[in-house]
């Protein structure tokens, strides 16, 4: 620490007593492992979102209204066109740096999504889930869920013919709900679309409302993160129940965050000059009325827009009411998906009778039940995402859609739970055969299973562990 630095700190401790936190924040234990890191490449993605999100802000115009491009690409000059599409041109092609940002601003928003996708994928195999961080495990899944919806809102806004095709399926999707349908379509749209008001709604949702919620969500995860202390895998040597094994934030962690941060900019600015993706010039756009063959959401929204390609058409009328196709693939098997995913530590632990506090990770084979529902829900997903490319199948193999069709019909129902049941009775079989487990009652198994360790064979320095809850697992 400078001189003036530690002068200054010592006179603001003077009057905000702030010696002992910082100390405390400073020595915070940080285990060391690669997928440890997904987390922060969201966390850090989501801070170039924001930074270049305040520079498109400034330039961008959220209307439908008909205007003509009079900028330098010469494909639309004098051309009328909507207003929030031919701020998109000028930005891209009349502003100093506007495309580099639009691109590091798409490329982060799809780095941010995916490393939160991998960050969940990880906290659900390796049981991080468990008592007592059931709370922080549903708040990551509805930041999930806004994260989705935050690049759904951003896909939309350049109005091109790919992003007007993804509104008129949400609002189709939104009338579909049975009773409030037409209210919440209202709502959120403003009207029957295409209405002036979706672009205006949209961006007061992308950069404000859903961006606060973020953030404030990101907040309170890594509060509770912080209350509740870090998870670890086993190691030699290392009670991870009462121990951690690491290094400290400052200096070693914050190092190593800050240069993942400087690698993460430089990539996907290196990405944005050397990869031409986002080009909504070569989409045109969005005319009402037409959809062109290839319009798809984004990687993220496949496997939604795949059980709309494939789930079959038909209606259920009740007494006031029509449950419809679309509700079903659209609302329904989402929102089932999230919800199991939501309710499943509970079920874990009521299935297994585990009782007190879990600090240490898991391989996912050790828990048969965990591990064929990972699979079979993971595996259902990926199919389903597939299935968002029926025609593109159709077209490369020369198959008729319609067989194309009936495939993924057939696979998403039959293979997910057959790789569930099959990968859950290898673990059972596995956990039964391992030397240390002598109970063949396989909750009685899970129970009393300590998982392999690996890593160093002798116990860390005294500076390199930290005291841990004493709680222990029954």
Known sequence: ?????????????????????????????????????????????????????????????????????????????????????????????????????????????????????????????????????????????????????????????????????????????????????????????????????????????????????????????????????????????????????????WPAQFAESATLILWLGGLLTAAAVFIPWSDVSLLGPYVPGEVGNNAQPDWFLFWVDGALRIFPPFEVRLPGVVISGPFVAGILLPGAVFTGLALYPFLERRVYGLRGDWHVLQNPLDIPLRAGVALGTFSFVLLLSAAATNDILSRLTGIPIEDVLLFFRVTCLVVPPLLGLGIASYARRRLRARGRVVARDEREAVRSYVPEPHGPTAAPPPQQAAPASPVRPD
């Open 1 to 249: 620490m400078t001189p003036l630095f530690a002068l200054l700190f010592d006179r603001l401790d003077e009057r905000l007593a702030l010696r002992s936190p910082s100390r405390k924040v400073a020595n915070k234990v940080f285990p060391h492992h690669w997928s440890f890191l997904l987390g922060e490449v969201a966390l850090f993605s989501l801070v170039v979102l924001v930074a270049t999100g305040i520079f498109l802000t400034m330039f961008y115009r959220p209307s439908t209204q008909s205007t003509v491009y009079t900028g330098s690409l010469e494909l639309y000059q004098g051309r009328a066109v909507p207003a929030a599409f031919e701020s998109i041109l000028r930005l891209s092609h009349d502003i100093p740096g506007g495309l580099l940002f639009r691109r590091i601003h798409r490329g982060a928003s799809h780095l941010f999504i995916a490393a939160s996708v991998l960050h969940m994928l990880r906290i659900v195999l390796t049981g991080a889930f468990r008592r007592p961080r059931e709370i922080n495990y549903q708040l990551g899944l509805g930041l999930l869920t806004f994260a989705f919806m935050a690049g759904f809102t951003g896909y939309s806004l350049p109005y091109d013919s790919l992003a007007g095709t993804g509104i008129r399926i949400a609002y189709s999707e939104l009338l579909s709900f049975p009773f409030i349908g037409d209210r919440m379509a209202f709502w959120v749209f403003g009207g029957d679309f295409p209405t002036g008001d979706v672009i205006p709604r949209f961006f007061v949702f992308h950069v404000l409302l859903l961006p606060a919620i973020i953030l404030g969500a990101v907040g309170l995860h890594l509060l509770l993160v912080g209350r509740q202390r870090h998870t670890q895998f086993p190691a030699r040597g290392i009670d991870g129940h009462a121990m951690i094994l690491g290094k400290p934030l």
